[in-house]
């Protein structure tokens, strides 16, 4: 035997120390165990054909919606679309961003100075009318201006953006006038422009999109908006349905919150004002004297919390109806529409209802 730390055979070569013999052992348990379990998840995979086949579904499914949400229209240059409310806010952006594009794009303002400041700051293809969507005779001449700029190819788009928040609040606080001002805007207006705008657009075979809300899903605020919103879903999908057949789109838009006229907290807050210093001795002291207080608290942490700055996240919606080949019945735009209140809306009323409360509800005694 040789003199060495660890003895050698008759062919020279050293003996494996016990550490050695340990470590390879555990390699090959490791090696082993691995193989096994790949080979146990191969299995369970390939030997299950009905999990396979609806993730093989699954995944063609999303890729025809996504091929097919991204086909575009051609002739841009051809396409007149009608846009209402474009003083400000989304109508504003959109004319705009539509006349970038290259559509011929007809913008209906409120305002001279509205219209005025849209004239300025886009291209001498897009024109601007004056339009007040609760007067029948304005709408009638809007009606005849976008005719005659269409002419034989038909109106391609139509969006009904013009809108107003306010008056909003708690119920009892409300007066019948207070409910039209805002229903004959957001939802009277709109229909009474879409019937007189309607032959135009079935004559181009065009969309027709319809600034709805979350609102328009839960009734979040007292007042008319949610109640005009609701109806704007309605006599959509009605549309739809009835338009189907001469092959117009009929699409509705759900914003979330965001930074426009309608969220401004300082005129809300006047008009909320104003209703509070109008009610009856009686009512008031029913809510207490702090209520206002805490009313306005709240209305302000909300708005500061969920209000957005980029107006793009619902002007690209609306634009898309009028580009896809083949818009979305729906768009939910904003983060908070699309996590919190879309699919708030589709929960059983109880939980919805409960959760809204804790939300939204003032939470403090008289």
């Known amino acids: ?17 016990p550490f050695r013999s340990k470590r390879r052992s555990s390699v090959c348990v490791m090696i082993l165990e691995a193989k096994n379990i790949n080979h146990a998840v191969m299995q369970a995979v390939s030997s ?28 841009i240059e051809d396409k007149y679309v009608f846009v209402t409310g474009c003083d ?25 100075k509205g219209s005025s400041d849209l004239q300025a700051s886009a291209s001498s293809r897009l024109k601007t009318i004056l339009l007040n969507v609760t007067d029948s005779a304005s709408i009638d001449k809007a009606v005849e201006l976008v005719r005659a700029e269409v002419g034989e190819r038909g109106l391609w788009g139509l969006v009904n953006n013009a809108g107003r928040s306010i008056p909003i609040g708690t119920a009892d606080w409300m ?9 004959d805007v957001n939802l009277v207006g709109l229909i009474e422009v879409t019937l007189k705008l309607l032959p135009l657009v079935k ?5 027709v999109v319809n600034m709805s809300s979350v609102l328009g899903r839960l009734a979040i605020v007292g007042g008319g908006y949610s109640v005009s919103k609701w109806g704007v879903e309605a006599f959509s999908d009605n549309l739809r349905r009835d338009m189907r057949f001469f092959g117009v789109k009929v699409s509705i838009i759900e ?54 700055t980029d107006l793009s996240k619902v002007t690209w919606c609306m634009e898309h109806v009028l580009t896809a080949r083949h818009p979305r019945t729906r768009y939910a735009a904003g983060w908070d529409a699309k996590i919190i209140w879309i699919p708030l809306s589709y929960l059983p009323s109880s939980i919805t209802s409960f959760t809204l409360n804790i939300l939204l509800s003032p939470h403090f005694r008289k």
């Open 1 to 17: 035997m040789g003199t060495g730390k660890y003895s050698r055979t008759r062919t020279g070569h050293s003996v494996n120390p």
């Open 48 to 75: 299950n054909t009905l999990l396979s086949c609806l993730l093989a579904t699954a995944a063609l499914v999303a890729l025809g919606w996504y091929m097919k949400d991204s086909l575009k229209i051609d002739n």
């Open 88 to 112: 400000s806010g989304f109508g504003n952006l959109l004319a705009r961003q539509l006349d970038r594009k290259g559509y011929n794009v007809v913008a209906a303002c409120l305002t001279e």
């Open 175 to 183: 007066q019948m006038e207070d409910f039209k001002k805002v229903l």
């Open 203 to 207: 004559k181009a075979r065009g969309r």
């Open 255 to 308: 914003p979330g919150y965001f930074k426009t006229g309608a969220t401004d907290m300082d005129a809300i807050e006047a008009d909320l004002w104003r209703m509070w210093n109008q009610l009856p001795a009686e009512v008031k002291s029913s809510y207490g004297d702090r209520f206002m207080e805490k009313y306005l608290q709240i209305q302000r942490y909300r708005m500061d919390m969920l209000c957005s």
